[in-house]
């Protein structure tokens, strides 16, 4: 999660930068914020507030130190004590875009939907320079409550926005092939094939989601036409790792089904032959019967 921080060195190096400069200047509520945010890609929660505890001291109701708060909060998976601080943070700041995002993520987790929804809403509206990921997000979130076309349109302005990034285009594809548009979003891997430095991914996506829709003849032409494609690349080329995962990809695929073995005949079992059993004659001895006769 180190994304900021990385850029400038690790962040054990800059916490102890930041720490060098609150000594020499302790009253500085700013350097505490500073060094919270340190604390939170680092995912250090509990850092992060008592560093905010002590900015709070030098300057009660700082815009940076509850936003960073309503984070770590929700970091350690305090979502109800989250949602109180950004709930706050947004009575004073409505359009503030990072306290909207942080709060739609929070009540996402909280499963209430609507107001979840609303926030993303507002929050890619409000950002003056929305991030692909931002388009992402939001998509995702009202393809989980059921928005999907809306969905699709959120993808289609951040596609209009930055062109054909691959990680809208996948998610656009995800929704529309999940919604049973697939001719929308064949088009979309077609558009992307085009372009793309390498085209093999894009032609084993497109074989594939030929398959997922039902379509098994198209796609074993597209299997067909991507190992053809394969087999003319220069030598080198072919063999690369990747290539030859796509190249295996294909030849399974291509390959005859392989017929299930037919069930062994059962075993045939003959019974024993009989035993005739002996005859046993038993001869009992005559019984003398007493005299009676005196």
Same mark, same amino acid.
């Given at each position: ?15 102890? @930068? ?17 060094? *919270? ?5 680092? =995912? ?87 991030? /692909? ?6 998509? =995702? ?8 076309? =809306? ?21 656009? @594809? ?12 064949? *088009? ?10 390498? /085209? ?24 067909? %036409? ?29 390959? /005859? ?6 069930? %062994? ?24 019967? /007493?005299?009676?006769?005196?």
């Amino acid at each position: 999660m180190l994304t900021n921080a990385a850029a400038h060195g690790t962040y054990h190096d800059l916490v102890a @930068m930041v720490s060098a400069q609150i000594e020499k200047e302790p009253d500085n509520a700013d350097l505490y914020v500073k060094r *919270s945010r340190l604390h939170l890609e680092h =995912e250090d929660w509990k850092a992060v507030l008592i560093d905010l505890e002590r900015a709070d001291r030098l300057a009660p109701g700082m815009l940076e130190s509850d936003l960073v708060r309503g984070e770590a909060l929700a970091l350690a998976g305090h979502w109800e004590a989250a949602l109180a601080v950004l709930n706050d943070l947004l009575k004073a700041h409505a359009d503030q875009p990072q306290g909207l995002l942080q709060r739609a993520r929070v009540l996402k987790q909280l499963k209430q939907d609507e107001p979840c929804l609303n926030d993303y809403r507002l929050a890619l509206e409000k950002t003056p320079h929305p991030e /692909p990921d931002l388009f992402n997000e939001t998509a =995702e979130a009202l393809m989980a409550c059921g928005h999907g076309e =809306e969905a699709v349109q959120v993808l289609q302005r951040g596609l209009k926005a930055f062109g054909s990034v691959p990680s809208l285009v996948l998610k656009a @594809m995800e929704i529309e092939t999940a919604a049973g548009h697939y001719d929308a979003a064949l *088009s979309r891997i077609d558009a992307m094939q085009q372009t793309a430095p390498r /085209p093999e991914p894009w032609m084993a996506k497109r074989a594939q989601l030929l398959a997922q829709a039902g379509r098994h003849e198209a796609s074993r032409a597209a299997w067909q %036409a991507l190992a053809m494609h394969l087999a003319a690349l220069p030598n080198l080329e072919r063999g690369s790792h990747a290539m030859s995962k796509f190249a295996e990809q294909a030849a399974a695929n291509l390959a /005859p089904p392989v017929a299930p073995a037919a069930p %062994a005949p059962a075993p045939s079992i003959t019974p024993p032959p009989a035993v005739a059993t002996p005859s046993i004659s038993i001869t009992t001895p005559p019984v003398a019967l /007493p005299n009676s006769s005196r």
